[in-house]
């Protein structure tokens, strides 16, 4: 579990040190959601330094922190962060090999105050495009969760917004029918 308090602490560090960062993954929903539990982990579209060209900021960063780091899946830096008795881990990506958000993603990010914090973070719509995007069994899992609290009344997604998204893809009907099956469009 990671807290927004522990959350907030460990975006503080990060923009302290000139990281510059979208909120991407599963933190947006819980966010959205109001929950002080924001998931097992907080993933980032990094902008600037790059995970894959700058692997050296990371470094630095947790040995100065004394913060374990790793690596993700695509072999761009991952961080365990300190927050108190709290671990965050913090996974940072980039667009490469088959990760990619779209550059208009990034651009129409909004502001959240997470704890005090104002951090950049995906919009709900382009979170669910990108899941669609992806498309993997335990990302479809979390596209009819998202469906079941859209008809709930728990969220709200913004059908054009979502359309737009699912336009920046070349596979857009891909994408949309994966979402008709869920039940989202």
Known sequence: MVSRRAFAEVVRVLLDRDFRFVVIGGTIVEYMLGSEDLGDDVDLFVESPSAVFEEHRYRSLAEEMDWALGYTWLGTPRIVARAGDEEVPVEFYENIHDFYV???FIERSTRADI???RARMLQLEDHVALKASAGRGSDVERLKEIARLVRKGKLVLDKRKLLD?????????VIARRLREVAIL
């Open 102 to 104: 779209p550059q208009a």
């Open 115 to 117: 704890g005090g914090v």
């Open 165 to 173: 998204a699912i336009s920046e893809f070349e596979d857009r009907d």
